[in-house]
């Protein structure tokens, strides 16, 4: 007869693995894991970085619409700095999304000035920032409704005056800031 075989020291770990299903033991077997047995400690952090993962992904996540509208604003910014044929539209388009953020939106329907009366109404513009808006809105006339051409120098200092006097006259709150109105799908 032979002699009793001692237990391997493996089988003393058994009852601490995890079985993994047909898919990850193929997968595990293609990265030179040769067990379908994985030990339940190597597991368990995986489970717990995955969900960091996930908590941490979905706070990046949030602040998505606030980033979109950061690099519109940017963009636009830039166009108008540039002083290009489309200055003076990038300089609507954000004074337009500026308002949208604050609560106030600009019907598509509405004329430049009928707009910008009503924009500097509602959000209560001081005179520097209405002089601004004057400006602005005398250079997206003569933009869309002229002979066209790049718009002159003083449009970048208009639409400065214009979101100074936003900033002072009419803040956004916090919620605003993360989810702004412009950069979040309309309804």
Same mark, same amino acid.
């Given at each position: 007869?032979?002699?009793?075989?001692?237990?391997?020291?493996?089988?003393?770990?058994?009852?601490?693995?995890?079985?993994?299903?047909?898919?990850?033991?193929?997968?595990?077997?293609?990265?030179?894991?040769?067990?379908?047995?994985?030990?339940?400690?190597? *597991?368990?952090?995986?489970?717990?970085?995955?969900?960091?993962?996930?908590?941490?992904?979905?706070?990046?996540?949030?602040?998505?619409?606030?980033?979109?509208?950061?690099?519109?604003?940017?963009?636009?910014?830039?166009?108008?700095?540039?002083?290009?044929?489309?200055?003076?539209?990038?300089?609507?388009?954000?004074?337009?999304?500026?308002?949208?953020?604050?609560?106030?939106?600009?019907?598509?329907?509405?004329?430049?000035?009928?707009?910008?009366?009503?924009? *500097?109404?509602?959000?209560?513009?001081?005179?520097?920032?209405?002089?601004?808006?004057?400006?602005?809105?005398?250079?997206?006339?003569?933009?869309?409704?002229?002979?066209?051409?790049?718009?002159?120098?003083?449009?970048?200092?208009?639409?400065?005056?214009?979101?100074?006097?936003?900033?002072?006259?009419?803040?956004?709150?916090?919620?605003?800031?993360?989810?702004?109105?412009?950069?979040?799908?309309?309804?």
């Amino acid at each position: 007869m032979s002699a009793p075989v001692a237990a391997a020291p493996w089988r003393a770990r058994l009852s601490k693995t995890v079985v993994l299903p047909e898919f990850w033991a193929a997968t595990a077997t293609g990265l030179g894991v040769t067990a379908v047995l994985l030990p339940l400690w190597w *597991a368990l952090p995986g489970l717990v970085w995955l969900l960091l993962l996930v908590l941490l992904g979905g706070g990046y996540l949030a602040l998505l619409p606030s980033w979109a509208r950061g690099a519109l604003r940017q963009q636009r910014l830039d166009a108008v700095a540039a002083g290009g044929d489309d200055a003076a539209d990038a300089a609507w388009q954000e004074l337009v999304a500026a308002s949208a953020d604050r609560g106030t939106a600009v019907a598509e329907t509405d004329t430049v000035r009928v707009a910008a009366t009503k924009l *500097a109404r509602e959000h209560s513009l001081d005179e520097s920032g209405r002089a601004g808006l004057r400006v602005l809105v005398g250079a997206v006339e003569r933009s869309w409704y002229g002979a066209g051409g790049s718009a002159g120098p003083e449009l970048a200092g208009a639409l400065d005056q214009v979101l100074a006097s936003l900033a002072v006259n009419a803040p956004m709150s916090l919620r605003a800031k993360l989810f702004p109105r412009s950069a979040l799908p309309s309804r």
